[in-house]
């Protein structure tokens, strides 16, 4: 969301989901849309029917491979060059938006500079991708009126993420593929409210509505409003948080999060969360990061709450209790109400529509909506007025910043390749049946029995190297620890690459990703380490 | 636009419109079993029989597009006949077991069998026999209650772009089936088993929880991915018994088998229902006083000791807008850290 943010003045889909089946181009990148989004995908399904082109871009064979016109199966950590070569194309064959980047961008010259070197040619040598597929792709999405591009964690966790989202931005901006309807560039938010929970501050560095804790004028608003001091300086996030446990950090409080099996480097992530002095974990199963916890908060699900939850499109909506959850679990408002209350900080709201009243005085985006608003239909934000009726597509008319911003962007390599010691790729993800760390889904008797167990997804090519046999068990390790599952071998990955997905906590994904981060991000690269393989 | 008239009423569609879309748009009924907004113009089921001036036969009013100065009768004792008689072949080949049956107060076949009086039946004889082949954990096939409206077969191949179903075989043996009749195996959206028309797809988690009379819908939005799917949770005593979507949704009524089946942890056995607190080493059921109390104490005390920004939060993409507000709000004035991030980066 930085690397938007720097580029537009926001983070966040340029436009919404019925859009999408009004785009005469698709260029999906990092995103295995039928199986992480699959609503999204039944609109791209449709815009293909309606004539659209689709192009891919995957290290695996996704289920949206079958649908595309073009599939460029690249190598893991190598976006940047595709995308660069793919400009270097657009820019040699005059198909750039003169007027657009004239009316609407900055930095343009310096930025088309840096595609010099990346001809289709070197391209095909970095990424694997034949040239003819690199042009065929560049002209195809230059020369469409209404290009959408689409991506998720492919391109964003790896220690070079933010330059890979910068180059998507470029890609859009030079052939004005934004501000207008059905074309723009569409992060697809992996989690039923991870726009809401960015969007309401719960960042180290912002306050509510992506305003900054360190500017002063900013600062005072809240704390006119909230009546107290506010801390001056940014905090630590995530990763931090959990690299400073054991020195000055002491305590932790996770509400609904089980970073044990999200984060990378399962045993770095254990040791950090054993060594603080207290953590509370809010939750509503004893998940495997609830387990080290010293004191433990029983929540409710969805099902047993008020409020709202915003979606993927910026589109906030109305959730609503339907059941009375079981025994004393409490919501999470009434849990950290209470705490609050009890350590001199009286929060008093009747009900969540209070709460909502007052993130809208203090973020004009939100300020025109109220729960009557939203009670049949979700309005997307900005709306900041009662009478406004939401914005579906962002930036018409010109950008927050001003002009869109041009960056130029280098290629570096993943933090970890494959060597003669670990000679293989992997790269993790989600698969259809089970959502993110399988606390939940995993307790679904259905999808658990479709899809019971680990597996690793290895090319027949390495499988025959290897002598593994499809459903033999095999042992996976990397510098950081070792997991044994089952083999499927299938032509989805690419030769040298293995998939993981990371719901399975009895053999963990996570036990061999690698820290490296975004340096302005944050993200960890989950989707390169270096891993080898042997029969178990 | 097209000007026409139905049942002497003047209506304007744009151009392209079906009869049968400007009808319902308009608020006149016109039966069907195979029609959908949301796919393809079918004209199998033969119910939405129409006449329309100059045309000396009835059509369907499905696959034929509006012309301007139509003039359409959807009701003559002729067409009436027809559609009855369409209705009564159907429920010749029926099991007509409405009292046990999951869709019975649901089942639009159900609703025309009762709208033609339709106890009788002259058209007695053989039925179809199919064997059960449901080893899928979500969808239960009742395919002697199937009438080949196709609506399955095409929800599958043009809205799921999956294609594992089509129609085998041909006349009274004809029948919707996966590749060599084999069983079922998909995506598991459950697209099919939300447009049937009748009791021949099911969800299995539903079977036997209770029927429409007594069960409470309650909208809300998807707790999975970052979509935002519209759900209708049915609750029948304080549990979730079934998923559905409206059709006039963000999602269109579509949903994945995380949305649709994947509700069975709400009410699961191993759900936190107390307060627990570590006591050497070995979790203790506490009162919500005695837990809020050690936690705000502890707080309060590792702050004196070692500052605010000893401490940090992790709030949650699960969790609602007002809980992740309160949650920093909570960080950032009782604590007073900024010490508090969420999951984005995961």
Known sequence: MAGLATVFGSGAMTNSIPEIENNDLLFVIGSNTKENHPIVALRMIKAVRKG??????????????????????????TDVVLLNSMMHVIAKEGLVDRSFIEEHTEDYDKFVKVLDDFTPETGEKITGVPKEKIIESARLYARSDKAGIYYTMGITQHSHGTDNVFSIANLALMTGNLGKEAAGVNPLRGQNNVQGSTDMGCSPDMYPGYQKVVIPAI????????????SEKAGLTAPEMIDASG????????????????????????????????????????????????????????????????????????????????????????????????????MKYSAM???????????????????????????????????????????????????GRFTPVMYRESAELPDDEYPLLLTTGRQLFHYHTGTMTRKVKPLNTVAPEAYVEINPEDAKGLSIEEGSMVSVSSRRGEITLKAYVTERPLKGVVFIPFHYKEAAANALTNTAYDPVCRIPEFKVCAVKIKKA | MMTLTIDNKRIEVPEGTSVLRAAKDNDIYIPTLCDDDRLEPYGGCRLCLVDIEGIPRPVTACTTPVTDGMVVKTTTSYIERLRRTVVELLLSDHPNDCMVCEKAGDCTLQELAYFYNLRDNRFRGERRQYTEKDGNPFIERNMEKCILCGKCVRVCEEVQGVAAIDIAYRGFNAKICPPFEKDLFCEFCG????????????????????????????????????????????????????????????????????????????????????????????????????????????????????????????????????????????????????????????
């Open chain 1, 219 to 230: 600062r005072a608003r809240f704390e006119k409003e909230w009546g107290v001091k506010l």
């Open chain 1, 353 to 403: 529509n209070e709460v909502f009243t007052e993130i809208g005085r203090m973020w004009p985006a939100l300020a025109g909506i109220n729960y009557t608003k939203i009670n049949k239909t979700g309005v997307q934000w900005p709306c900041p007025t009662l009478d406004h009726p939401g914005t579906p597509y962002l930036f018409k008319g010109g950008f927050p910043r001003g002009k």
């Open chain 1, 247 to 346: 020195g000055e950090f002491k305590a932790l409080y996770v509400m609904g999060e089980n970073p044990v099996m999200s984060d990378p480097d399962m045993a770095h992530t254990k040791k950090a969360l054993n060594q603080l002095d207290f953590l509370v974990v809010q939750d509503i199963f004893m998940t495997e990061t609830a387990e080290l916890a010293d004191v433990v908060f029983p929540a409710v699900s969805f099902a047993a709450k008020e409020g709202t939850f915003t979606n993927t499109e910026r589109r906030v909506q109305r959730v609503r209790r339907a059941i009375i959850s079981p025994g004393e679990s409490k919501e999470d408002s009434w849990i950290i109400m209470q705490l609050s209350g009890r350590m001199g900080y009286e």
């Open chain 2, 191 to 346: 697209q099919c088993v939300s447009i049937c028309p009748t009791g021949a797809l099911s969800g299995k988690q539903w079977a036997g929880r209770g029927r429409q009379k007594d069960i409470k819908e309650i909208k809300t939005v998807c707790p999975y991915c970052g979509c935002g799917c519209n759900l209708i949770l049915h609750v029948s005593r304080n549990e979730v018994i079934r998923v559905s979507s409206d059709p006039d949704t963000l999602n269109e009524g579509w949903l994945c088998p995380k949305g649709r089946f994947g509700y069975d942890f709400i009410n699961d056995d191993y759900r936190l229902t107390t307060p627990l607190i570590k006591k050497d080493g070995k979790f203790e059921e506490v009162s919500w006083d005695e837990a809020l109390d050690y936690v705000a104490g502890k707080f309060s005390e590792i702050k004196v000791k070692h500052g605010a920004d000893a401490i940090g939060g992790l709030s949650s993409a699960r969790c609602t807008n007002e809980e992740n507000y309160l949650f920093q709000k909570f960080m950032r004035t009782a604590i007073g850290t900024n010490n508090v991030d969420h999951c984005a980066r995961f």
């Open chain 1, 52 to 77: 659209a082109k689709l192009i891919i871009a995957d290290p695996r064979k996704i289920p949206m491979v079958s649908f595309a016109h073009i599939w460029m199966q690249h190598r893991p950590g």
